[in-house]
Structures are given as C-alpha cells and as structure tokens.
C-alpha cells in the first residue's frame, strides 16, 4: 500500500522529476511537467549549456505560465539526486529510412550508462524509458538499475494508442475525448492494436467502419512514427512522445492508478516471461501496481507473442553486444 507520506510527497510541491536527455522530446516534456504544474524538473545533458539554457528559457516563460516551478540544466548527475521519476529520453533519433532495431546497439550504451548513473542518486525513483528501441531499452534499464521491475516502466503503448485514437477520431469525425484505444505488443512494426476494445462513446469501432478501414488505420498507428519522420525529414516526433510521457508521469506522482498500456515485464502474465512488452497495467506512485491480462483471442495471442519473440530476438543482440564491451 502507498504510505500517506508517500502520498503527500507525491502530491506536494517537493515532487522531482530528471529528465536524462535535453533534445526534443526531453525538452518538450519538461515544459509539459511544469506547465502543469506537476514537479519540479532537473534536466540533464551531456552537451554543456544545451540543457542549462533550455532551463533559463523556461524559467524566464514562468510569469507568462502562472506557475512556480523551478527547472535545473545540468551536466552533473549529482544535481538529478532524489528524484521521485527518473526520465531516460537519451539516445540517438531514428532518421529518414532508419528502423527503431537500427538504433539498438547505440542506444542500447548510451541508456545502460545513464540508468547506472541515475540510480546511484535516486535510488528510490521510478525509471520511465523512453528511448527507442523502447521495449528493449526498458529492459536494459531494469537489468542495469536491478530495481523490482514495477519500479521501472517503458512509454510506448499510451503513444501508439493515442495515434490509434487521433485516426479514429479523423475518420469518424468524432470528437476524439470520446475515442478510446488500446495498443499492445512491442513499439514497432509488430504493435497489436485490438479493434474490439477500440470504441467511440462505449460503440466498438467495429461496428462504426467496414474492416478494411479499421485496418487502414491500424497500418498508420504502424507507420505512425516514421510517417513524421519522412515529413520532418531531419528529425522524429517529439510534441506526442512527451505528452505520453506526461501522461504516465502524473499517473504515477498523483498516484491516480490510471489504466494505461505500457511497457512491463511480464514474469508469466500472457504467457510471456523476462520481457518488457506492451499490455495494460494501473500506474500509480510505485510504478506498475498491477498488470491487467485481458482475453484475447488465439489470433490476437500469436500476435502478441509474435512481437515479444521480436523484441526478445534484440533483447539477446542487445546483453550480448553490451557483454562484449558495447562500443566503449
């Protein structure tokens, strides 16, 4: 059970969220947390000045946003000590042509090296991964921190849902608060949204659009991140990716136990084991309080385990290439 110490700190002005990273997303979310007025926020870099400068910008944007939230730049892990959330957003974007397994071994150092050195300082923190390849990276961090894998958790599904939403909503010409998703499986190619508990106002969307439509839509949840990449062209989606992030965050520091789909591990849940992967689970200030296992069909089941063998195929790449030395 959650202390009512815990509780007031979570909710308390003393809340602190690190942010490992200061490029789009690191950034943005960090402008997400204090706007809301959820945390104050460490931001940390590797390039000296980037997250320094970010953080006076945003401190000089207070008396326009009406609140008081400090937010700290930082090259040093000492200043991210005693963090309630610790946000691993470091690594290398996808670019143009580039699939999330292309980023593995590189990311792969870069999150190892953090999460160990994050840890050091909050030993107490919940870790939200959100660096690409997300599923696999999660798992690193759990492996690297040697945390209880509640406390450590991968943004992923609340994303890929909320792209699956924003198409149904289009399509449909609905507004999209009354547009509910759920996307499973691994961040990529083999996500499994489950179109039965898609639903409009409570109407599953199967009954609102013939099936070639519905799976349209669910190829373009697919694509969805490399559709903005080839947009951009010289960058990745980051405006969604941090409010996703957001979303769990306040999940987890207002201890709401929201429902949500991320990334956690599975110890025989679905029939999966020593995998982080996408399925439901209530989020609150311990991290993952419990992991929801829906009924799924046959069809839908392989196509869950489909995607953990994925997933699991670059976990092994992953430990064997950081066994080895990874790159250092």
Not at 214 to 228: K, M, P, S, Y
Not at 290 to 305: C, M, Q, V
Not at 310 to 318: H, L
């Amino acid at each position: 059970m959650t202390t009512a110490a815990q509780k007031e700190k979570a909710c308390s002005r003393h809340a602190k969220v690190s942010i490992i990273g200061a490029g789009n997303v690191g950034k943005t979310l960090a402008q997400r947390i204090i706007e809301k007025d959820l945390a104050d926020v460490c931001l940390l870099d590797i390039v000296e000045g980037l997250p320094q400068g970010i953080a006076l910008d945003l401190m000089e944007a207070r008396p326009l946003e009406y609140h008081s939230r400090s937010v700290v730049g930082t090259n040093d892990y000492k200043d991210t000590a005693d963090s309630d959330i610790v946000v691993i957003t470091a690594g290398v974007a996808r670019k143009p042509g580039m699939s999330r397994e292309d980023l593995l071994k590189t990311n792969a150092q870069i999150v190892t090296t953090a999460a160990k050195k994050a840890i050091e300082y909050s030993p107490n923190a919940v870790f939200l991964v959100v660096t690409n390849p997300l599923d696999v990276m999660t798992y690193l961090v759990w492996k690297t921190v040697e945390l209880s894998p509640e406390k450590v958790v991968g943004m992923a599904g609340v994303l890929d849902s909320a792209r699956l939403q924003t198409f149904i909503a289009l399509e449909l010409k609905v507004a999209v608060s009354d547009v509910y998703a759920l996307v499973l499986g691994g961040h990529g190619d083999l996500m499994l949204p489950i179109p039965r508990y898609c639903t409009v106002a409570g109407v599953p969307i199967t009954e609102l659009m013939p099936k070639q439509t519905i799976e349209n839509l669910i190829q373009r949840t697919r694509d969805g991140g490399a559709e903005i990449v080839r947009l951009l062209k010289t960058g990745s989606a980051y405006y969604a990716p941090a409010s996703s992030a957001c979303y769990m965050i306040k999940s987890i520091l207002l201890d709401e136990s929201r429902i949500l789909p991320a990334a956690v591990y599975l110890d025989g849940q679905y029939d999966l084991k020593d995998i982080y992967i996408g399925v439901p689970c209530r989020l609150g200030y311990r991290g993952v309080e419990t992991i929801i296992e829906i009924a799924l069909t046959e069809e839908e089941k392989e196509a869950l385990h489909a995607s953990a063998r994925a997933v699991r195929a670059n976990i092994d790449i992953a430990l064997e290439y950081l066994a080895q030395g990874g790159g250092s």
